[in-house]
């Protein structure tokens, strides 16, 4: 049975969800959590790695196994009886033999939480990065609409990402926006794939256009300069989400 498994996650006291020989990841608790339950340790497979720090609402899994000895429903509440607090499984069900949770998505939808306030809230600190100066949410809009579709986005690229190396960099951006809730604004990208840190620095950037700095304008030219060194900073990890994986199940 392949079974397909969406986790929600804190993200702060992990070295992402790939296992590393760096620090304590999600994946290797999960699987933990599978030993426990099933007596067995299955290789899964993730829909992303995501980096150190970042949090998950809905990130997909997959894992073949035929242990399995109880109703594929229960399967969420077994396993959180040995996850930590930090780590849940939220839902169970079969899929296709051939099913594998990152090769099989279609598209990932990703939000990074940005709190624009002077006063940071002791709420919401670990999960936002806070900019005190109030940020022109919709020039943030209307440049980030000049993301999406399908570019090299060598510009968004951190420096070590395997797939510059390799010259891999194109991506198609199917949705991209800011929306303001008050004292939060929120940038939010859907895609069919993304670059190493491509969300924290398209992030960083947007909030280079709402201080003013840069200009809706620039994003095309930005772009087709392929230089990484003329977009934003790449903000902290604490404010990104991974909020949703499209499959055609």
């Known amino acids: 049975m392949n079974i397909l498994v969406t986790l929600a996650y804190d993200g702060t006291n992990y070295c992402g969800f790939q296992v590393q020989p760096n620090g304590t990841s999600v994946a290797a608790v999960f699987q933990n959590a599978l030993q426990a339950v099933l007596g067995a340790r299955p290789d899964i497979k993730g829909c992303s790695r995501t980096d150190a720090g970042v949090h998950a609402r809905a990130f997909a899994l997959n894992f073949h196994t035929e242990g399995l000895r109880m109703p594929l429903q229960r399967l969420p509440l077994a396993l959180n009886s040995h996850l930590p607090p930090d ?84 991506r198609t951006i199917t949705a991209c926006s800011v929306q303001r809730r008050g004292d939060e604004v929120d940038v939010w990208v859907t895609a069919d ?41 790449t903000l902290p990890a604490k404010g990104l989400f991974l909020e949703h994986v499209e499959y055609e199940l």
């Not at 594998?100 to 709190?115: E, G, N, V």
């Not at 670059?195 to 201080?211: D, F, S």
Request: hydrophobic share 40%.
């Open 193 to 233: 794939g993304y670059l190493y840190n491509m969300v924290r620095i398209l992030a960083g950037t947007l909030c280079e256009v709402g201080a003013g700095r840069m200009r809706a304008e620039d994003i095309p030219a930005l772009l087709a300069s392929r230089d990484r060194k003329q977009a934003g900073p």
């Open 87 to 170: 780590i849940r499984a939220l839902s169970a069900r079969a899929v296709p033999e051939d099913f594998h949770a990152r090769y099989s998505a279609h598209t990932k939808t990703y939000c990074y939480r940005i709190q624009n306030c002077a006063v940071d809230s002791p709420f919401e600190s670990r999960y936002m990065y806070r900019i005190p100066r109030r940020l022109d949410d919709a020039a943030m809009d209307k440049a980030a609409a000049a993301f999406a579709g399908t570019h090299d986005f060598s510009a968004l690229c951190a420096a070590g990402s395997s797939a510059a190396a390799h010259g891999d960099t194109v």
